[in-house]
């Protein structure tokens, strides 16, 4: 019977390989020019063009395929994975400097083991990229691995043609070989065509492997010893080899292009077909009569009625399935029934589970150092109990009282968890994010697994360390990182009597100090018992952590205790420099809604600096707090308001000032997004953009970090002076608030021409305001305007303006304004109001220790790269700032409008001097 084939050129010429999807709606195909391309198979579709996906750089040597997606791997070792129904590319599971050979999925779709060019296995979590089981045995590259139908072993092949069974829950722990079959298979270099394909047959039973003698041979279950052997078939080396859905038959393919089908009850060659070239990949439908094959040529092929039934009578490739017990229906779907009938899900992490207490030596190696280690997860927090509205209340006035609950800023919670409240397998959750780096955590079930990873490794590298505490709170600082756990119910065991007894974990701390110090500073502190963690922070100088005692504890960074003092009903705690910020409930307002107050507290003086009340928009809540680069207090509610506390250094004159409306700016951007506050600048907020109004939280993989510049909620923003206002008020308020920290710190002189260039920039845009006023005939305005200008010369240059307009009266008056504002005996016109104030002794500032302003990005105006990876040893910050130290101010004012510098470059037809944008 002649063979019916449908042809079609898919790749060009070279190793390619196909798979049909696990619905058999689509055929996947992949080949030596990277591309992957997918076919319809429905009869009305399958003459259509492919659709193309180009995410590979290099040679695609596999596919794998599960019900809800697919992956491919390559020689440019990477494995990406793909989305079924849309194609779309959902993430890279591995990026490995060695080509990758072969992959498979688990049975349940949670794991992928991967094949490379190098003698250790490795296992990934689908959902969760970081973690990966190595598996090491083989002496020399890996080129086939396969899961065992059951989800209970693994089997692999080598170069050397040794093939190993690896159990996948072994009674010692972790993954360990059970068989080893040396040189069963051929020996091959690691680019051969002939891929040493080993594969389990779907029942389980039994697994196939190209043998040394052009046979197959098939290996038992169990005793791991050859069953049967198909032979006297092929005249050359079998490249690979693929079971039919029900088992009863295995395709195989050689060198020289020839198919065969053998029905294995019979060990006999039931169809077969000689193909012009060598075939690289074959792959049964899994619901047909139906086999595609692909070849060296870039050719896809599909044999129809591959197994002649009704010439021989033979069952169905896809029908007739071996009966399967129902707990091996739920081992196939990744659960194992325990003796008392209840079920317990596999996960990666049984393949690694180390029960008792030898677990707690490990934490002598409590750091790793190795961003390619084993990692795992930990168990997710219970939330922190709140005290309900009164019950007499109405349902209004309970959601009015609600007090907000205690968070850690810039934390998530888990997306998914279980009816207990547990994370799923794989789950992890943010627990800092700021612009240091972030720190994440991963649920692995017996224990957890801190990762910290920093924006710029030039400073600090990454770590991670296996968790046994499930520290639920972190924070990040410049020096270092401390983690807090709550209290917890927990079994200890009775030395006398070896009895279980319900116990109680204590709530703790643990601060590890970054850069050099990380070796000598390392401390932890228990809690008593009925005290626990709320919240924590830590800043230059100190460890800030507020407990349910209603007390705020303060530790200095090698772990001594320095201070305690009380204060209840905490919300949250930010730090900076060697300050605190401490948000708290202060009582109920007058319409019954909850009170939040803050208090600024410098950790290093123990000294108050600052209370006030916090402002939230209408029916907001606090959703982040923290602090400029410049040590400037701020916080941003649910409505995406973000505020700054102006004058926190000036007793009893700080009050927060909205710098940023997110609704409105998303609204002008026609965007449905939100955006997740990670750090303020000058005058950018650094921010995670959030699509959607239920996306709440960041994903992962970790998303890069956005600039968006700051917009006060100014009038009738559309109008050209609206805007030029807006940008005046913003910029005195950072610019206060510098010249504050600059006194506070004596760096006055130090940060001079810096801040003197600030005046020079806000007087730019007064004088276009006054140049505006002037145009519209407002003397009354342009004089107010006049009164805000910092520098004699700008008044110059007003005086300018106002004769160019025919308006002597005005210019008069801009003289008596300088006369009045300059004294007469400071010659110099370019003294600022910073000199100004300083002469006439301007109100007390809390002065401080720890400077904030020669900080790496305090006046650096970020660009979209700064936070890349690949980005190192970042000094643009302090480039800027030495070359601005290092230039007269006076260049600055000769872009002043009416200045005697810019009338000379008109009459010298010079090209006027460029403005320097400030940063």
Not at 550 to 558: E, G, P, Q, V
Not at 561 to 586: P, R, T
């Amino acid at each position: 019977m002649k063979p019916s084939l449908n042809q079609r050129y898919a790749h060009a010429e070279g190793h390619t390989v196909v798979k049909y999807t696990v619905d058999g709606s689509a055929i996947i195909t992949a080949g030596s020019d990277s591309l992957i391309r997918v076919f319809k198979t429905a009869k009305d579709e399958r003459d259509a063009a492919a659709t193309t996906i180009d995410k590979h750089s290099e040679a695609i040597q596999s596919i794998a395929v599960h019900r809800s997606s697919f992956a491919t791997a390559g020689d440019d070792g990477i494995v990406c994975v793909f989305g079924n129904s849309t194609l779309d590319f959902e993430k890279m599971l591995v990026r490995s400097i060695s080509a990758v050979r072969m992959i498979s999925y688990s049975p349940t779709g949670s794991k992928i083991a991967v094949a490379s060019d190098e003698e250790t296995i490795r296992m990934f979590n689908v959902n969760d990229i970081s973690i990966v089981i190595p598996i090491k045995g083989h002496k020399k590259f890996v080129k086939c691995v396969e899961f065992d139908p059951k989800g209970d072993f693994l089997i692999s092949s080598a170069c050397d043609g040794e093939v190993r069974v690896w159990d996948l829950d072994s009674a010692e722990g972790g993954v360990s070989c059970v068989a080893t079959l040396p040189s069963i298979a051929p020996s091959t270099d690691q680019d051969s065509n002939i891929r040493a394909t080993v594969s389990w047959r779907p029942n389980g039973a039994a697994f196939a492997v190209p043998g040394k003698n052009k046979d197959v041979q098939l290996i038992g279950r169990g005793t791991w010893q050859p069953i049967a052997v198909l032979k006297d078939g092929h005249d050359e080396n079998i490249t690979t080899l693929d079971w039919s859905p029900n088992g009863n038959y295995l395709a195989t393919a050689t060198t020289s292009g020839q198919v065969c089908i053998w029905d294995i009850s019979e060990k006999e060659i039931v169809a077969k077909y000689q193909n012009a070239i060598e075939v690289s990949g074959l792959s049964w439908h899994p619901t047909g009569n139906v086999l595609a094959f692909t070849d060296r040529y870039g050719q896809m092929t599909t044999w129809e009625d591959v197994v002649p039934m009704q010439e021989k009578t033979l069952p169905h490739p896809a029908l007739a399935h071996a009966t399967i017990s129902h707990e091996e229906v739920d081992e196939l779907f990744g659960e194992r029934r325990e003796p008392n009938g209840s079920r317990r899900q596999r996960g990666i992490d049984d393949m690694d589970r180390d029960d008792g207490e030898d677990n707690m030596s490990d934490l002598d190696d409590f750091v790793i150092d190795d961003e390619d280690a084993d990692i795992g997860a930990i168990r997710q927090h219970q939330p922190r109990s709140t005290n309900g509205a009164n019950a007499s209340t109405s349902v209004i006035q309970q959601l009015l009282s609600a007090p907000q609950q205690p968070f850690q800023s810039g934390s998530t919670p888990y997306k998914h968890t279980n009816d207990r409240g547990e994370p799923l397998e794989g789950e992890r959750r943010y627990l800092a994010f700021n612009m240091v780096g972030v720190i994440y955590t991963i649920f692995q079930g017996t224990h957890s697994v801190i990762n910290v990873e920093f924006h710029d490794k030039s400073q600090n590298r990454n770590f991670h360390f296996q968790d046994y505490f499930n520290y639920s709170m972190a924070a990040l600082g410049k020096k270092g990182a401390v983690f807090a756990v709550e209290a917890s119910d927990s079994v200890q065991r009775e030395n006398d009597e070896g009895e279980e007894q319900p116990g109680r974990n204590p709530s703790r701390i643990y601060y590890r100090a970054l850069g050099g110090l990380a070796d000598n500073a390392e401390w932890s502190m228990r809690l008593p018992d009925g005290e626990e963690v709320i919240a924590l922070a830590v800043n230059d100088v100190s460890v800030i952590v507020a407990t349910s005692a209603n007390y705020i504890r303060i530790f200095t960074l090698s772990g001594l205790q320095v201070h305690i003092f009380n204060l209840s009903n905490m919300v949250a705690i930010a730090a900076a420099a060697d300050l605190a910020l401490l948000v708290y409930h202060g009582g109920i307002g007058v319409k019954g809604e909850p009170k939040l107050e803050c208090l600024v507290y410098n950790t290093d003086k123990m000294e108050t600096i600052q209370r006030n009340v916090m402002v939230t928009s209408p029916g907001a809540t606090i959703q982040w707090i923290g602090f400029s680069e410049t040590s400037l207090p701020a916080s941003c509610d649910s409505n995406g308001i973000l505020s700054v506390l102006f004058k926190q250094r000036r007793p009893d004159q700080a009050t927060w000032v909205p710098v940023f409306d997110g609704s409105k700016v998303a609204q002008e951007r026609g965007l449905d997004e939100h955006y997740w506050p990670v750090g303020l600048l000058r005058d950018q907020i650094m921010c995670l953009v959030l699509k959607g109004k239920t996306n709440q939280y960041p994903a992962f993989p970790r998303p890069v970090i956005s600039n968006i510049i700051l917009q006060m909620p100014f009038l009738h923003m559309d109008t050209e002076t609206t805007k030029l206002e807006e940008s005046y008020v913003r910029t005195n308020i950072m610019s206060t608030h510098e010249r504050d920290e600059a006194t506070a710190t004596s760096q006055e002189d130090e940060f001079h021409k810096i801040l003197s260039n600030a005046d020079v920039e806000m007087d730019k845009t007064l004088l276009r305001l006054i140049q505006f006023a002037c145009k519209a005939e407002k003397s009354q305005r342009a004089i107010d305007i006049a009164k805000s200008l910092h520098l004699s010369r700008s008044l110059d240059a007003a005086v300018k303006i106002a004769t160019h307009h025919r308006m002597p009266a005005l210019a008069e008056r801009f003289n008596q304004i300088k006369e009045t504002k300059f004294m007469s005996s400071i010659n110099d016109d370019l003294t600022s109001s910073f000199e100004s104030q300083t002469l006439n002794q301007g109100p007390r500032i809390f002065s401080s220790s720890n400077s904030s302003l020669s900080s790496q990005l305090a006046f650096q105006e970020p660009t979209p790269s700064l936070f890349s990876p690949s980005v190192r040893n970042i000094k643009l910050a302090q480039r800027k700032r030495d070359q601005l130290l290092s230039q007269d101010t006076d260049s600055d004012m000769d872009n002043i409008p009416g200045s005697p510098a810019r009338k000379k470059t008109r009459e010298g037809q010079a090209s006027p001097i460029p403005s320097r944008t400030l940063l």
